[in-house]
């Protein structure tokens, strides 16, 4: 079993910036694949950006390239989440899932085997 918790969730300003934090405990060896998502009211849960932990490569949802950095500190078993020029649209509530299984793809929901219990970011304009 994994277990996760997030943090940094804050109320900012529009083109302000957040940093998001991800402790990872238990079963942290068997990670492969980390990945933040966000879920907005009323709308599904949606990709934000994945790393593979063996390799450490990073990718991004269109919306947020250019403007989030993804990073997993294995030391720590923190996964991160750097996030600048907010803007309303990247209001949600961010979780953090790992995956310890086989699967093909960051980006899909199903793929991750366990989730945070999520942290809001509101950004107002």
């Known amino acids: 079993q994994v277990q996760l918790a997030e943090s940094g969730g804050d109320s900012v300003q529009a083109g302000g910036s957040l940093r998001l934090s991800c402790v990872a405990s238990g079963r942290t060896g068997s990670i492969n694949l980390m990945g933040w998502f966000r879920q907005a009211p009323e709308k599904e849960r949606e990709e934000v950006a994945g790393i593979f932990t063996p390799s450490g490569s990073v990718y991004y949802a269109d919306a947020v390239k250019g403007r989030f950095t993804v990073s997993f500190d294995r030391a720590k078993d923190t996964l991160y989440l750097e996030m600048s020029s907010l803007t309303p649209e990247d209001t949600g509530v961010y979780y953090c899932?790992?995956?310890?299984?086989?699967?093909?793809?960051?980006?899909?929901?199903?793929?991750?085997?366990?989730w945070g219990q999520g942290t809001q970011v509101t950004v107002s304009s």
């Open positions: 899932g790992a995956r310890t299984g086989h699967g093909y793809t960051w980006r899909r929901v199903e793929e991750y085997d366990f």
